[in-house]
């Protein structure tokens, strides 16, 4: 199911009739620039951190707007375009350059392009899989396939949309494995709710591509929900791993 930004529309009106706090009603040394000089980037507060990146006069009480209106760094990644732009003062400009910014963060946590890590643990298949997924407001499905050593040859998205068991094609999921070729795949899938308790649906499909994966000599090493910053693995649990 897909969670839904809300926010009220008298909560916005007492955002945009509020003043704001500008750099220049800060003390020269609790400004966020100065802050970050003398103290380092590590030290600064999440709004601090977000007024540096909006660079506006006015950029402390926008960014104690932006967490207002989003709640947390978590819902404010989820956030698109438009919908920062429907915060008074940012413009469309502001609001790419924010997009960009959570996106390259997501990127920086996945490993370098030219290294192949080795999925040994749950753990290292879920650090893999949470900057893609713990972030998106509809649900994926995303296979990493993994050499005999286990390391990783690729991780590719299946399926995009809201997803069941009666819709999900064993086929297509082991398709890209065939042609790497690869001798084992993980599959991961968020919920987009935050939480990553498996469904039976999940339980079911687990079972299913553990079954077509021994008939293809492709083992199924792990099946993971993602849920915001969180992760369940079903091979842990034993859960459709019969």
Known sequence: MTTQLTFSYLQQQQLVNTPRRRICDLPTEERPL???????ADTLATTELLALVLGTADAPGLADDILTRFGSLHQLAR??????????????????RLVALLALSRRLQAPPANEKPRVTSPADGANLLLPRLSHLEREEL?????????????IQTIYRGSLNSSMIRIGEIFRPAIEAPAAAIIIGHNHPSGQADPSPEDIAVTRQIVKAGKLLD???LDHLIIGQ???VSLKEKNLGFD
């Open 229 to 231: 910053g969180v992760y």
């Open 218 to 220: 492709i083992e199924l």
């Open 142 to 154: 995303h296979v990493i396939l993994l050499d005999t050593r286990n390391r990783v040859l690729d």
């Open 34 to 40: 100065c802050r970050l000089s003398h103290h380092g």
């Open 79 to 96: 956030a698109s375009k438009a919908q920062l732009m429907k915060i008074h003062g940012i413009g469309e400009a502001q609001a790419g």
